[in-house]
């Protein structure tokens, strides 16, 4: 599943057709903007790698700045570079343009803070970052006459922060769904195709699309922020980050695609954001991450590998598709590089109007529920009671034959409910003593039912 294309290659692919053939030239070092990259990872080096071999005019690499940086040099850069570990020298030194790779809040945030303070133009993929700062950070720089660029922290090179910005900003979006964790993506579906997760995850680790310690992508947080930052692009609505429930995929089992298989379903990471509103009439986000169950006739049952797909829906416009490669090096850093060539040929960063709203889980839908249990009499009875007891009706009861009855899984579906009753049936069925494992309660993707 590696990549085979070079960052090169992946660049050249993509930007001749959108960008003027002039752009991609060497130019002359007295006109071009001074660029220092923060952080020589995965994505950093390969920025690096397009900037040394394709010489895009307005454009020169000077500084690489990252802890122990000797370890970091590379022969491959035939262009004059400084090698730093001292990250204040290189931000008061007479850069023009900080790339930001290092990821997290801090230090990265005040490096960030520091370059937008001096005037120097910011182009980051930090999508932690700008979900809890980004409102900040962009005050911060138009007050300072320079640029805040983010395009890479969302969906690696898929075009759709900018695509919100410019192409649908005459719309008014009032969804979101989408894939947007191509690591989760790569796990499910070798999880599909048979893989245990525990395989899935070491091979997404070899191949550099998770980190040692995944749980930000597994546990739904990377996505989380990257939903965060669409809803505000998107739907014009500041909302606060850990409001949005994320939910993770390493309970899902081959016994869970089986299942899914048999409901014509499969199962992916989805994030969903949709404004609605309170009990009060006030508007909201509804919002939530984790792995759902996907109907196979949906364009997200598609989407394999390290793929990311996104679908906006506006009043005017419908749903629009955005889709491609979401993790790795090579895509990440043609959408750095789209940036930065943004801020050299003079683009200015659209002004989003937002306004903070409150963010709710609560959605009226449809549920998977596999219980694992060691088999007796009256099981059944005892989870519909549970259910019957919130007002929730089941759908379907689902049971595959060969299974131990000392380890018995079975599923059942439920009608639309609002998660807040599925969730206090589930608390009351969890004490069922026949339980080997708490009950994995999985959404089914589908439009919201009216009345919510």
Known sequence: ??????????????LPSVLPSGLLEPAASAAALKVAIFGFGTVGSSVARILCDLKPAGLELTHIVNRNV????????????????????????????????????????????????????VVTANKKLIAAQGVELEQLARSRNCQLFYGAAVAGGIPVIPGLQQGLAGDSCHRIEGILNGTCNFILSKMESGAEFADALAEAQLLGYAEADPTEDVGGFD??????????????????????????????????????????????????????????????????????????????????GTENMVIVTGKYGG????????????????????????????????????????????????????????????????????????????????????????RLPFVVTVEPCATSALQRALSEIGRIDCLIEPPLDLQILEPETSGS
């Open 223 to 304: 996505a989380r922020a990257k939903l965060a930052i669409l809803a505000r692009i998107a739907l014009a609505a500041e909302i606060e980050l850990t409001g949005i429930p994320a939910g993770s995929i390493v309970p899902i089992s081959a016994i869970d695609f089986a299942y899914a298989h048999e409901l014509n379903c499969t199962i992916r990471q989805i994030s969903r954001a949709q404004l609605g509103y309170d009990a009060a009439g006030k508007l909201e986000v509804k919002a939530t991450v984790g792995p759902m169950l996907v109907p196979q006739a949906s364009p997200f049952a598609w989407s394999r």
């Open 70 to 121: 000797a370890r970091k040099r590379v022969d491959w850069l035939t262009c004059p570079i400084v090698w730093s570990e001292n990250p204040e020298e290189v931000l008061s030194s007479g850069i023009d343009i900080v790339v930001e790779l290092a990821g997290g809040l801090d230090p990265a945030g005040q490096w960030v803070r520091t370059a937008l303070e001096a005037g120097k133009s």
């Open 1 to 14: 599943m590696a990549e085979s294309k070079s960052p090169s290659s992946v660049l050249a692919s993509v």
């Open 319 to 406: 749903d629009t598709v955005f889709s491609g490669h979401g993790a790795g090096g090579h895509p990440t850093a043609v959408a750095v590089v789209s940036d930065l060539l943004a801020v050299a040929r003079g683009s200015k960063t659209p002004g989003i109007v937002s306004h903070r709203a409150g963010v709710s889980g609560d959605l009226l839908l449809r549920h998977y529920i596999r219980f694992i249990v060691r088999d007796r009499p009256g099981i059944v009875a005892e989870i519909a009671g549970g259910l019957a007891r919130q007002g929730i009706n089941i759908g379907a009861l689902l049971q595959r034959p060969g299974h131990s009855g000392e």
